[in-house]
């Protein structure tokens, strides 16, 4: 194993649009078949579990259960799900529950662990892996298996197996509603080519977004810590955008709920720590305005990221990170997460770091060691 | 001559009056004496001639047709929807053809026979060709 460039993070966004373009199709295919329409008429409740990136597209999706296929969705990290969810859930009628373990590699124990828990609470409940490797121990402990296979591209923080977790969730609440007669079919179909649309905001965002990320990179690649703040699916997104920071630069950053940052971290030093606030338009925007404005004050150096034309927060922002194009709320994670990739990027070149600390001979031995453990565990 | 009709469902489930525009297509042509066929392209819709002068005859059709074939959770095709499913075997008992006769320049038919377009999946996009010929 060599240590990781943090070009091949710049790679992977070039590759996004692409991911959007030719595999949306394929796994909308696999989805439809995933479970019978007896199955899909049957769900009441839909948990998704994940560790990780994995987590993030969890709570980033919820919004996409809820609001379209109309289903209550519960986005739970594994450890959590597996001591203190899967042995809770209210299922009372056959099929009544469906619990989707998401793993890009496969091979999350906890994961697996977690489907395998749930299978022996009810035989009620239907467990799918929505994962990139349907070979792995998270594939074989569940009872149906969803392909998000990618072409690799070499190792990199998950950025494309991110947004193919994401494709297939959405994909997921897409058919739910689609089958529970939530809308006809071909809204249904109108939504899935509305994914496969946003490869062309995707291309448009990273193209804008380049400049303003190395200019923010090369602003506060020397601060001791960022923090990222969203709502709504853009919670999801937050946590996100923080792991690539840490997972690529190594610098601590934190994802926080827009309205938990207002009850803890806006108090804690130093006051003018870089916050980036992902406000797409949507139901959290009127409070990220607010919180923009509060943020400033207090001395917070405010970067907005939010659509190109935006006005309100972009008021309050000291720099902006603009997404180019239009995108339901739903759906905006998809496009959100563009700058931070860059942004990361951009940060760890200047820092003059590699990816994962891999230029530290420690971690590069662990990572190895951990990457022929997995292959073994296939 | 050929020329399609345009038009959009509004319920899963209907039976849409289309006899003005299909004569309408007969009067603006120089046809005078032969054959109108009006086909209709879709494969979860049909073509239905049946009374329209009481809205309640066209809902016991679709009614009726649904009791025949209900839509239900365990069709074969399953890639789009149980209601698309249904609707294709809706279609093809009630077929998707009809055969009209013209004369001195007007669609023969009988006095309370409308031409009714039979939507079983919808609301859609839908349209019927018309294709006139002289003889």
Excluded at chain 2, 73 to 92: E, R
Aim: hydrophobic share 45%; glycine share 8%; with cysteine.
């Amino acid at each position: 194993m060599e240590p990781m460039k943090p070009s091949v993070m710049v790679d992977q966004v070039k590759d996004l649009a692409n991911v959007l373009r030719e595999q949306t199709r394929p796994f909308d295919r696999i989805i439809r078949d995933t479970l019978t329409p007896l199955e899909y008429r049957s769900l009441h409740r839909v948990y998704t579990v994940g560790d990780g990136d994995s987590f993030h597209a969890a709570i980033a999706t919820e919004m996409a259960f809820e609001n379209i296929a109309r289903i209550p969705c519960e986005p739970m990290s594994a450890m959590r799900f597996l001591e203190y969810g899967a042995d809770f859930i209210p299922t009372a009628f056959p099929n009544d529950t469906l619990v989707i373990g998401i793993s890009a590699s496969g091979s999350t124990l906890r994961i697996a662990q977690a489907l395998a828990r749930a299978e022996k609470v009810s035989s009620n409940i239907i467990t799918a892996a929505i994962t990139g490797n349907i070979e792995g121990i998270v594939g074989k402990a569940a009872h149906r298996k969803i392909s998000v296979k990618l072409p690799d591209l070499g190792g990199s923080p998950g950025i494309r197996t991110y947004a193919a977790s994401l494709i297939g969730l959405y994909l997921l609440a897409i058919r739910i509603g689609e089958i529970q007669e939530q809308y006809h079919q071909t809204v249904a179909n109108e939504m899935r080519s509305e994914l496969i649309s946003l490869a062309d905001v995707v291309d448009a965002t990273a193209k804008a977004v380049e400049k303003p990320a190395k200019q923010v990179a090369e602003a506060f690649k020397d601060v001791p810590v960022m923090v990222f703040v969203g709502s709504g699916p853009s919670y999801g997104t937050a946590l996100f955008s923080a792991a690539k920071m840490v997972e690529a630069a190594g610098v601590f950053s934190m994802g926080q709920d827009l309205e938990e940052w207002a009850h803890v971290e806006r108090f804690a030093y130093p006051f003018d720590t870089p916050t980036m606030i992902i406000a797409p338009p949507g139901r959290g925007y009127w409070r990220a305005t607010e919180l923009a404005k509060t943020a400033k004050e207090l001395g917070r150096r405010v970067i907005a990221v939010v659509k190109e034309d935006d006005k309100e927060v972009t008021q309050f922002a000291d720099m902006v990170l603009p997404v180019v194009g239009n995108v339901r709320e739903e759906f905006s994670p998809l496009v959100y997460h563009v700058f931070a990739n860059l942004f990361a990027s951009f940060v760890t070149e200047g820092l003059g770091r590699m990816l994962f600390q891999t230029d530290n001979p420690a971690m590069l031995a662990k990572l190895a060691a951990n990457m022929a453990q997995r292959q073994v565990g296939q | 001559m050929f020329t399609k009709i345009k038009f959009h469902t509004s319920s899963r489930q209907e039976l849409i009056n289309l006899l003005d525009e299909v004569k309408g297509a007969v009067s603006q042509s120089d046809v005078k004496n032969g054959i109108c066929l009006v086909y209709c392209p879709h494969t979860t819709g049909g073509l239905v001639v049946n009374s329209y002068l009481d809205p309640k005859t066209p809902k016991d059709i679709i009614t009726e047709i649904d009791r025949i074939i209900p839509t239900r959770l365990d069709f074969f095709h399953t890639v789009d929807t149980p209601s698309d499913a249904a609707g294709h075997v809706k279609s093809s008992l009630v077929g998707i053809q009809q055969l009209f006769i013209i004369h001195e320049g007007e669609l023969v038919l009988g006095h309370s026979q409308g031409i009714l377009f039979a939507e079983f999946d919808g609301p859609r996009n839908r349209e019927l060709y018309i294709k006139l010929i002289e003889g």
